[in-house]
T-cell receptor, first 112, second 113 residues
């Protein structure tokens, strides 16, 4: 089992560009999450999903959109990137809530 | 506003001693509390979950306490080893809803031989 995988691992964007981060899990988990982690701050929840076809806002959803068309995939989109979105993005999944969250390796995004 | 505080400075412990990390919170009433370990450049790894009606939870060399009166959780690693060196994060859930989770910024633990 690969667990939780994230694509890409690194990305540099210019302000105003768009991109999609892909998260995939092979554990048949119902819940999936997107977080961002900034220096000196805890992980902050961006969006989450409680099942295929559902999404919900977390603590810091502005500037991001998500989709969960398939149970195993959770996509995070940035429509118009801003320097404030420079961060490390982590995807996670869990079977229940609250549950043991399995995290991916992260995507380091820099917006110039 | 809701706030979680973990030891802001790194903790340096001699191998074999017990490491104790703290997680304090204010303006929050968690129903659940989790501890995660994070190594540099990697995602967090789940360690333990404790519920508000549980005082203590153990797993091998790890022990977590949860005091809702003091609004504090303590995380202990007994017989610490250099391999225990990492950043440890606490996470609070106000309910079973995923929207109610907040993480602390973590405490960096170093175990010297």
């Amino acid at each position: 089992n690969a667990g939780v995988t994230q694509t890409p691992k690194f990305r540099v964007l210019k302000t105003g560009q768009s991109m999609t981060l892909l998260c995939a899990q092979d554990m048949n988990h119902e819940y999936m999450y997107w977080y961002r982690q900034d220096p000196g701050m805890g992980l902050r929840l961006i969006h989450y999903s409680v099942g295929e076809g559902t999404t919900a806002k977390g603590e810091v959803p502005d500037g991001y959109n998500v989709s969960r068309l398939k149970k195993q995939n959770f996509l995070l989109g940035l429509e118009s990137a801003a320097p404030s979105q420079t961060s490390v993005y982590f995807c996670a999944s869990s079977q229940g809530s609250p549950g043991e969250q399995y995290f991916g390796p992260g995507t380091r995004l820099t917006v110039t | 506003s809701q706030k979680i505080e973990q030891n802001s400075e790194a903790l340096n412990i001699q191998e074999g001693k017990t490491a104790t990390l703290t997680c304090n919170y204010t303006n929050y009433s968690p129903a659940y509390l989790q501890w995660y370990r994070q190594d540099p450049g990697r995602g967090p790894v789940f360690l333990l979950l404790i519920r508000e009606n549980e005082k203590e939870k153990r797993k091998e060399r790890l022990k977590v306490t949860f005091d809702t009166t003091l609004k504090q959780s303590l995380f202990h690693i007994t017989a610490s080893q250099p391999a225990d060196s990492a950043t440890y994060l606490c996470a609070l859930w106000r309910s079973s809803s995923a929207s109610k989770i907040i993480f602390g910024s973590g405490t960096r633990l170093s175990i010297r031989p």
